[in-house]
Nanobody
Framework: QVQLVESGGGLVQAGGSLRLSCAASGRTFSTYGMGWFRQAPGKEREIVAAISRSGDSTYYADSVKGRFTISRDNAKNTVYLQMNSLKAEDTAVYYC????????????????WGQGTQVTVSS
C-alpha cells in the first residue's frame, strides 16, 4: 500500500510555470513506476508524463512534449512535474499515480492514485 499526496497546483497566467510534487509513503518508492495524469471537466483522464522506477526512462504526451519535465527523487520518495510555457488548455486536475508493474500510459496500469491538485491557466 502506498499513499500519494500532490501539491503545487494553483492559478497561473498563460506562459507561466508551475512545479507539481507528489510525495509517497508506504512501500519502497523506488519499486513503483510513476505517472502524472490530468482530467479536465467533461473529459477523460489522460496521461501527461510517466517515469520508470529508476528514472532513466520517461514518456510525454505530445501535447506537453518540450514544455513539461517529469523527474523523481527516490531518496525523498517524491516525483515532480515541472510545467513551463503553460497554456489555457493545460487547465485540469492533475493526478499522481503509482504502478507496481513498471509504468505505462493507460490508467489501468496504475494501482494507486493521489487526490489530485487543480491547475488553472488563465489566458
Amino acid at each position: 500500500q502506498v499513499q500519494l499526496v500532490e501539491s503545487g497546483g494553483g492559478l497561473v497566467q498563460a506562459g507561466g510555470s508551475l512545479r507539481l510534487s507528489c510525495a509517497a509513503s508506504g512501500r519502497t518508492f523506488s519499486t513503483y513506476g510513476m505517472g502524472w495524469f490530468r482530467q479536465a471537466p467533461g473529459k477523460e483522464r489522460e496521461i501527461v508524463a510517466a517515469i520508470s522506477r529508476s528514472g532513466d526512462s520517461t514518456y510525454y504526451a505530445d501535447s506537453v512534449k518540450g514544455r513539461f519535465t517529469i523527474s523523481r527523487d527516490n531518496a525523498k520518495n517524491t516525483v515532480y512535474l515541472q510545467m513551463n510555457s503553460l497554456k489555457a488548455e493545460d487547465t485540469a486536475v492533475y493526478y499522481c499515480a503509482a504502478s507496481t508493474t513498471g509504468w505505462g500510459t493507460r490508467t489501468f496500469r496504475y494501482d494507486y492514485w493521489g487526490q489530485g491538485t487543480q491547475v488553472t491557466v488563465s489566458s
